[in-house]
C-alpha cells in the first residue's frame, strides 16, 4: 500500500454526509492518498468510512484512531476487515486507548491500566473468529503509541505509529524504536495564518481539550515541556512548538522535520481560524501532493 508522504488528517463531523462525501472527492482530486478520520463525540469512523470509500475511487481511508474500549477485539476485526473487502488496499486501522474522559466520564467505561489493555486487546484482536468473505490482504494495523511501553508493543504486534503533539524528536525516537520498515506517521496539527494573535488563539482552541489529558500531558513533560506550559491555558513555547503557523514556508519546514527525523509519513491536520469546524482546503491544496 502507498500511503504517500503526506495524508489529510480531518474532522467531518461538522459537514452533512454529502458535503463530507464531496470533500473527500476534492482531496482525492488535490492528490493526497490518505484521509485520515478521528473518532470522538460524532459519527462512527467505521460507518462513515464504508460511506466514504463508496464515494471514491481511490482514496485510502484510515481512523485515526478508533477507540479500543468501545468495541470489543472481535467487534474490531470485524469491522476492519468488512472495509477491507470492501475497498480492497484502501482502508487503514488505526487504534488507542483514547482518554479516561471519553472512555470513564463520557461511556461509563472502566480506564485502567491501557498500556495492559492494549496487549491483552490486540492478542484476543489477532485471534479473532471472521466467519465471512476475507479480505484479500488484511487491512495494515496502526497504534497511537506515545510512550516507550507502548512503542515497543507497536514494533512488535503492528504495521506502524499515528501519533500528535509529537516534536520531530519523537518521531526520531519512534523511528529508532520501530525499525526501518515500520510506518512513522506523526500528525501535525497545522494553521496558515501569519497574524500571531488570531493563530495563537485558533491553536488554544485546539489545544484546550488535549492539554487537559493524562495522556498528552505526560508526552508534553516527557519532550521538555513543564506543567506551567499547558496548565491554566498553553503558553506561546507549547502553542509554537506543537501547532505550526505561519506562511506555507513555516508550515512546510515543520512536516520536513518530521521526514527527515524519520517519518514516511505526516498526517496533516490544517486548522481553520474563521470556521474551526471545518478543515481549512487551502491549506490541504498548498501542501498537496506535487
Known amino acids: 500500500m502507498d500511503i504517500g508522504q503526506v495524508g489529510a488528517f480531518c474532522f467531518l463531523d461538522a459537514m452533512p454526509a454529502e ?4 470533500f473527500c472527492r476534492r482531496v482525492e ?3 493526497y492518498k490518505v484521509l485520515w478520520s478521528p473518532e470522538a463525540w460524532g459519527r462512527d469512523p467505521f460507518a462513515l468510512g464504508g460511506y466514504l470509500l463508496a464515494k471514491t475511487d481511490r482514496l485510502i481511508y484510515a481512523t485515526g484512531i478508533a477507540n479500543i474500549w468501545v468495541r470489543d477485539p472481535m467487534t474490531m476485526a470485524m469491522a476492519a476487515k468488512t472495509l477491507s473487502e470492501i475497498a480492497e488496499n484502501r482502508f487503514i486501522l488505526g487504534i488507542g486507548v483514547s482518554h479516561r474522559s471519553l472512555v470513564e466520564d463520557l461511556r461509563g467505561h472502566t480506564y485502567a491500566k491501557p498500556y495492559s489493555y492494549m496487549r491483552d486487546y490486540l492478542a484476543k484482536f489477532k485471534a479473532a473468529q471472521y466467519r465471512a468473505v476475507a479480505p484479500k490482504t488484511e487491512p495494515p494495523l496502526v497504534i497511537a503509541a506515545l510512550h516507550p511501553k507502548m512503542l ?3 514494533a512488535q504486534e503492528a504495521r506502524g505509529t499515528h501519533t500528535a503533539f509529537c516534536l520531530p524528536e519523537h518521531t526520531k525516537h519512534a523511528r529508532a524504536v520501530l525499525g526501518p520498515d515500520a510506518w512513522v506517521c506523526p500528525s501535525v496539527m497545522a494553521i496558515l495564518e501569519r497574524d ?5 488563539a485558533r491553536a488554544r482552541l485546539h489545544l484546550s481539550f488535549y492539554a487537559n489529558q493524562e495522556n498528552y500531558q505526560r508526552i508534553f513533560l516527557a519532550q ?12 506561546d513555547h507549547l502553542v509554537d512548538s506543537v501547532i505550526p503557523w505561519g506562511s506555507e514556508e513555516d508550515i512546510r519546514a515543520r512536516i520536513d522535520a518530521h521526514l527527515a527525523a524519520g517519518a514516511n509519513h505526516v498526517c496533516l491536520m490544517p486548522l ?3 470556521r474551526p469546524e471545518l478543515p481549512d482546503e487551502r491549506a490541504l491544496e ?3 501532493p506535487r
Not at 19 to 22: D, F, H, K, T
Open 29 to 31: 482530486r488535490m492528490g
Open 152 to 154: 515497543a508493543l507497536t
Open 224 to 235: 521538555g515541556f513543564t506543567r506551567a506550559d499547558f496548565e491554566n491555558g498553553c503558553s
Open 19 to 22: 458535503e463530507s462525501a464531496a
Open 272 to 274: 481553520r481560524c474563521d
Open 196 to 200: 500571531a494573535t488570531k493563530a495563537r
Open 286 to 288: 498548498a501542501f498537496a
